[in-house]
């Protein structure tokens, strides 16, 4: 099941981990180079500075001339601001020839520099803690990668191409590419890790694309209180519908709940021997009119029989008709209103990919479909339909169709679209 696929994503995502990774070696590379680079000249007011440490007047040059770091600016600010306030201070007293007012005029300003030299530290601890250590840095780099949205398209287009030649619908492709984006464009991943971070991502996107289906078809049926529960099965031609009928048929004779059918399909030839066939096969009663009859009167018929029978069931079987014929889905629009069923179902052929899921679109819109049986999964190579066609009607698919027995009807769960597509 899903085989084609499989392997294509498969494939796919192996691409993109590799081509992940070359960008992280590249990154590595320019990192590496960067450390091997000497380190720049020294100025020759540094030189200096080594080479003179402790001589007051080189000092005195190189605080003149030596340029201004940033986080010193601050410390050099306050210091020129006491100079300034000194020089007035000094000016004015000068003409004070008593000894004892010098001395006044002296300590005020030793005191003013004493204040500020707590301020000044205080400021600079508070901003080293923010720095990153560069080693730090360089191991963060070399350890994981980023992906930028112009590299994440490039490296999206295999895995779309996959998914294109597939048969998966253009809205499921959107919303994988949505959800892949947000777990990896500018997140730092690593490199070891990026196939691993694809496939979970993937799986949980697949996994979002299933309605819940709070329907226990057997349940149901035991708890109407006013039988029969009526089922009215639709899809087109060749689909499986009629198979799927007596798939269904057999599943509730298994549970001792009682069925009739209904040969509402008056309009394909060979329709109403075909499920004579399946109703004898299985042991149920079918109620059937001649071809060209009012199929809206079989389904009246058929659950009339089976309330006069105490049945607990009618599976109504339509004309299989394409869902660009208007005038056969007004028909049966009709059925609908005589039968007022309990249930609708679309039937689809999971081969057919997007042609399946543009069958249950506009049945849905004709209808308001209430479920969905894939017939033909075991035999789906590509699994376009199976992912896509629940997502695109926001219906649930009840049971998938796997072979030509009448136990071949498997109820649906996401895990086995998950496991057919390796990403368990």
Not at 196 to 220: A, Y
Not at 329 to 350: Q, T, W
Request: glycine share 6%; with cysteine.
């Amino acid at each position: 099941m899903f085989k084609f696929l499989k392997e294509k994503l498969k494939s796919a995502i192996s691409k993109i981990s590799e081509n992940v990774e070359k960008e992280g070696k590249v990154g590595e590379s320019i990192v590496e180079k960067s450390v091997e680079e000497p380190k720049e000249e020294k100025g020759f007011f540094v030189k200096l500075k080594e080479k003179f440490i402790g001589k007051e007047e080189v000092k005195e040059i190189i605080e003149e001339k030596e340029p201004v770091r940033e986080e010193k600016k601050e410390e050099i600010e306050v210091k020129r601001e006491i100079k300034n306030e000194e020089k007035p201070k000094i000016a004015e007293h000068k003409q004070i020839e008593h000894p004892k007012i010098k001395e006044e005029i002296k300590h005020p300003v030793k005191e003013e520099k004493i204040e500020h030299k707590p301020k000044i530290e205080e400021k600079i601890i508070k901003k080293e803690p923010e720095k990153k250590g560069f080693f730090e840095v360089i191991r963060e780099k070399i350890i994981t990668t980023k992906i930028d949205e112009g590299q994440f398209e490039k490296l999206f287009w295999d895995l779309e191409l996959a998914l294109m030649e597939n048969s998966v619908a253009i809205e499921v492709i959107e919303k994988i590419k949505k959800d892949l984006k947000e777990q990896l464009v500018e997140k730092p991943i690593r490199r070891t890790k990026v196939e691993e971070t694809i496939q979970e991502t993937l799986r949980g996107s697949i996994e979002e694309l299933f309605e819940v289906s709070d329907i226990d078809l057997i349940n149901e049926i035991k708890n109407k209180k006013e039988k029969p529960y009526i089922i009215a099965f639709f899809g087109i031609n060749g689909s499986g519908k009629t198979t799927s009928i007596a798939k269904i048929a057999n599943m509730l004779k298994e549970k001792n709940i009682s069925c009739v059918l209904a040969a509402s399909d008056t309009f394909r030839a060979a329709s109403i021997e075909q499920l004579q066939h399946h109703a004898d096969k299985i042991g149920v009663k079918l109620i059937k009119h001649d071809y060209g009859s009012d199929p809206a009167a079989v389904a009246f018929d058929a659950i009339k029989h089976a309330k006069a029978k105490n049945a607990d069931v009618v599976l109504i079987d339509t004309a299989g008709r394409m869902h660009s014929n208007i005038n056969l889905l007004d028909e049966m629009k009709k059925i609908i209103r005589v039968a007022k069923p309990d249930l609708k179902i679309f039937v689809g052929e999971s081969i057919t990919g997007n042609d399946c899921v543009e069958q249950a679109k506009t049945f849905n819109e004709a209808v308001g479909i209430d479920g969905i049986i894939l017939a033909k999964a075991d035999v789906d190579e590509k699994g376009g339909a199976a992912v896509s066609v629940s997502y695109v009607t926001k219906k649930p698919i009840l049971f998938l169709g796997t072979g030509q027995k009448y136990s071949d009807l498997q109820v649906f769960d996401s895990g086995i679209v998950i496991k057919g597509l390796g990403l368990v």
